[in-house]
C-alpha cells in the first residue's frame, strides 16, 4: 500500500516515522520550510522507548502536482486550520480509489472531506498519544498510549478497510479497528474537549488545578459533566464507570496531563478553537454548557489578541 502521511509534525511525524521504519511505503507531503529540515536533519523521534532517526520519502505539493502520483491511502496530520489549504496540496494524489484518513481531534474535518473529495474516499479516524515538535522539529512522544483508531463510518468490514489494518498495524504503536468509528469519535471529543477547556480555564495542568481543593476539582467535574451531557444529547451513551474514571483521572493531585491544545495555548502557538470547542458547543442540543462556552470565549480572545 502506497502512503501519504500530510504532515510531520507530532503526529505526524510520529506514525509515519514508526510506519516507514517498519518498512511501509511512505512518502510525506510538506511544506518547504519542514521539507528543507527533514532533508538536512532527518526525521527525528524521541519515546520513552527508545529514539529513531530516519530520511523518509518526501514531497512538496509542488512535486506531486508535476509527478501526477497517486496514492492508495492518504493520513491527514495537519492541524485543523491548516487542512483547507492542505486538502488542496493533496488533491493531485487523490486516484479512483484513494481512501483519505485523517486523525485529527474533532469532527468537522469528515465533513470538509467528504465535501471536497466525495464521503466515498473518507475513513474514520482518531489518534491517542501525547507528543510534541520542538523548534528544530523533533518528535517528542511522553509516556501513555500511541494509537491509532480506524474504521469505516458505516462500520463494514470492507476489503478496503482490512488492508489499511494490515498496513498500519505491527508499525511500532497500537492500531484498532472500529466496528463504530463514529463512537469512538465522540468518546475521544467529550474527554479530549473536558481536558482542554478545564486546562484553559485554569490556566494549568490536571495537577495544578487539582490542587486548589475544592474548586479545582469541582471545575474539572463540572466541565467533564457538561461535555458527557451533549455526546449523550447526540445519542452517545457514556457508561457511568467511563464517568467516574474520567473525573479521577482529570482530579489527580500531581499529574502533569494536558491536552495538545493547552500546550499549544501555553506556548502561544495557534490553537483550534472553532474545531474542538466551538463546535462542541454549538453541537448542544439544549444542553448548557457555560464552562464549555466560556473556555471558547477566552481562546477566541486569545485568537483576535494573536492575530493583531
Ligand atoms: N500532539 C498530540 O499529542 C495530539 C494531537 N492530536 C491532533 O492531531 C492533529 C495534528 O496535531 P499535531 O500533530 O500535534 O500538530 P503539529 O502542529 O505538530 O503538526 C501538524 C503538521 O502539519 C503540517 N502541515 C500543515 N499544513 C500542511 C500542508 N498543507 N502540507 C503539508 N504539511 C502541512 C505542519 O507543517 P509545517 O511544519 O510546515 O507547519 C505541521 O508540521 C490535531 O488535530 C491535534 O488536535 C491528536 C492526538 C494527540
Ligand atoms: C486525547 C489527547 C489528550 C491525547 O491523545 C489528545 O488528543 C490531545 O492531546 O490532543
Not at 21 to 42: K, P, W, Y
Not at 113 to 130: K, P, Q, S, T, W
Not at 253 to 259: H, I, K, R, V, Y
Not at 281 to 307: C, H, I, M, N
Request: aromatic residues 6%; charged residues 20%.
Amino acid at each position: 500500500m502506497r502512503i501519504l502521511m500530510v504532515g510531520a509534525g507530532a503526529t505526524g511525524g510520529f506514525f509515519g516515522g514508526k510506519l516507514a521504519e517498519a518498512g511501509r511505503d511512505v512518502t510525506f507531503l510538506l511544506r518547504e520550510r519542514r521539507a528543507e529540515q527533514i532533508r538536512e536533519r532527518g526525521l527525528e523521534i524521541t519515546t520513552p522507548n527508545g529514539d529513531l532517526t530516519i530520511q523518509p520519502k518526501v514531497a512538496t505539493a509542488e512535486q506531486l502536482r508535476e509527478s501526477r502520483e497517486r496514492f492508495d491511502l492518504i493520513v491527514l496530520t495537519t492541524k485543523a486550520y491548516q487542512l483547507q489549504a492542505a486538502m488542496e496540496d493533496l488533491a493531485p494524489a487523490v486516484g479512483q480509489a484513494t481512501m483519505l484518513l485523517p486523525i485529527l481531534n474533532g469532527m468537522r474535518q469528515f465533513s470538509m472531506l467528504d465535501e471536497r473529495f466525495g464521503a466515498e474516499h473518507v475513513l474514520g479516524g482518531c489518534a491517542r498519544i501525547y507528543a510534541e515538535m520542538d523548534e528544530l522539529g523533533r518528535i517528542h512522544q511522553s509516556a501513555g498510549p500511541s494509537q491509532i483508531n480506524y474504521g469505516e463510518h458505516s462500520g463494514e468490514r470492507s476489503e478496503r478497510i482490512l488492508s489499511v489494518d494490515r498496513a498500519l498495524r505491527d508499525a511500532g504503536f497500537q492500531t484498532v479497528l472500529e466496528p463504530d468509528i463514529l463512537a469512538t469519535l465522540w468518546q475521544k471529543w467529550w474527554f479530549l474537549a473536558s481536558l482542554s477547556a478545564t486546562c484553559v480555564l485554569g490556566r494549568g495542568v490536571v495537577g495544578d488545578i487539582a490542587a486548589v481543593v475544592p474548586y479545582g476539582p469541582s471545575l474539572a467535574r463540572a466541565v467533564i459533566e457538561e461535555c458527557a451531557a451533549i455526546t449523550q444529547a447526540n445519542g452517545y451513551p457514556i457508561a457511568e464507570s467511563a464517568l467516574l474514571h474520567h473525573i479521577d483521572t482529570m482530579t489527580q493531585p500531581g499529574s502533569t496531563l494536558s491536552s495538545s491544545m493547552y500546550r499549544d495555548l501555553i506556548k502561544g502557538a495557534p490553537v483550534e478553537a472553532d474545531h474542538i470547542l466551538g463546535d462542541l458547543v454549538d453541537r448542544a442540543k439544549g444542553v448548557s454548557a457555560p464552562l464549555v462556552a466560556a473556555a471558547y470565549v477566552q481562546l477566541k480572545v486569545y485568537e483576535a489578541a494573536q492575530a493583531n
